[in-house]
């Protein structure tokens, strides 16, 4: 099982790339990488790979501007806090946490339930 954590964290600098862009681009990288003719919020690319200057490079992190001022008008947030949530979000899918539903995510593969307050 391939951990995106990388190394237990002994690396002495962790890269993410964020890119903040806009709905057109976000659609074009969701059909290029993912054939989804559609946009979306946050695409996390894993890249997972130990760069010449020691780093480890985790992946790219892209957000869609116009969808995170969109939802943070829709849930009443800052945009500021929109798009903070989106920039985790994404990292924690570059450290392997994903989700099938609103209410199930798996890390590595294995079901955890998220945390709903309740």
Known sequence: MKKNL????NMDDIVISVTITGDKAVQELNKKYLDRDTTTDVLSFPINEKQEDGSYYLGDV???KEQALRQADKYGNEVETEVSELVAHGVLHLLGVHHHDDDEHTVHGKPVKKDTGQ
């Not at 990388?6 to 964290?9: D, F, V, W």
Request: proline fraction near 14%; charged fraction near 15%.
């Open 6 to 9: 990388p190394e237990q964290l």
């Open 62 to 64: 892209v957000v869609n």
